[in-house]
């Protein structure tokens, strides 16, 4: 085969890549407005005489919200009384007899909640003599000005037991405490579903190993696998490798058997998209996409850990919360195969596919560096703008992969004889691996 149509395919990647990944920095100021953390926490502890309790709320949210620029400020004194006065305003706890609690605001502290800076408002809560494990908490913070923002309840009873009691939305912006208070499980699922669909990082280290999935490694180059089954049990081996390898990680970090400091996570979490955006380049070892789906799986296992403890559902007791909350993970996961997997691979069975795949290498390999140096303190990620787009619009994405595969797929229907081969990716006459 002439190297003449291979630079032209490379070429072609290179320059889409280019171009797509300038359009995204381009973006990154139309979409400012995009959360990056679209739900917050309170953790309410009782005890016997006080309720105390935690509202965490990313800084992000915060700014957007209010039009301040907390998240540039150093000092959270700066800024301390400004967030006790918009939490007390949108904070009320009346006790089972009506009457409202005083509320006395302790500290405020900042933390990093999956490497994004939020804010901690301590606030005790007074019930005057009254049940201090019977009332009702109403919270609308943030919800009021976003009604697509939620608000977790993680309880802690007087026992020391830990259960997500609600969720707090723009429908239902009040919860009881008590005897009506149960933890949801189905709350837990959605939390867990919700978490990943809204991680950039977990779904592009997901999608950049399914480009290659339709491929098979020949002479340490990326070539068409043939037939559809053996593609559909390489999605299958990817997807089973991720799964193992972050549910042995999320179980075991979640009931205190394993503990990693957060930062180094996160971090290892944008190398990952890195190694699979070079292994889409150009294989780093057969089967390696299962490789990687499973070693780096146990990374992205101890982030979903991390934020298993933010909700207080950490222990051996909430063993069914942990579970609840990995099968959205996983639910999570085949949705997002299901809606992304045919498009990428129709494109495979056109001559646009190694386009496709240097095209998609390139965005991931761009976002893994800026996630890595921002997670590292480095600079400031200019594609951040573009992954609160895509999270906040994912039908875009879906449905602009969706026309792109229809086009190529007609494109080189017109263009080449039925009989033709692809001129770089070929039918592979080997078995499959």
Known sequence: MSSSPRRRTLATGAALTGLL???????????ASAHSLDSSTLSVRVGEDAVDTTVT????TLDETLGTDWTAATDVDSYA??????????????????TPWTETYTAVTGESVEGIDSVGVEVTLDPAGADPSSFTLAYDG??????????VVVLTDAAGDISTAGVLTATDDSLQIGDAADAGITDVVGYGLHH????????LFLLTLLLVAPLVTVAGRWQRREGLAPTLRRVLAVVTAFTVGHSLTLIASALGWVAVPGAPVEVLIAASVGVAAVHA??????????????GFGLVHGLAFAGILTDLGLAGTASVPALLAFNVGVELAQLLTVALVFPSLYVVSRTRFSPALRLTGAGVALA???GWALDRLGLLANPLAGAEDAAIAHPWWVVT??????????TADRRRRPRAALPAREEVSSAPAR
């Open 21 to 31: 990944t300038g359009g995204l920095v381009l973006l990154t100021p139309a979409v």
């Open 57 to 60: 709320v990313a800084l992000q």
């Open 81 to 98: 009384d400004a967030v006790i006065a918009y939490v007390d305003e949108h904070l009320t706890v009346t006790g089972a007899d009506g």
């Open 142 to 151: 943030v919800i009021e000005a976003d009604p697509a923002h939620e608000a």
């Open 196 to 203: 990943v669909l809204e991680g950039a990082d977990h779904l």
């Open 281 to 294: 380049v150009r294989p780093l070892a057969r089967r390696g996409e299962v490789l990687i789906a499973g």
């Open 367 to 369: 976002a893994a560096t």
């Open 400 to 409: 602009g992969l969706a026309v792109a595969a229809a086009v190529c797929w």
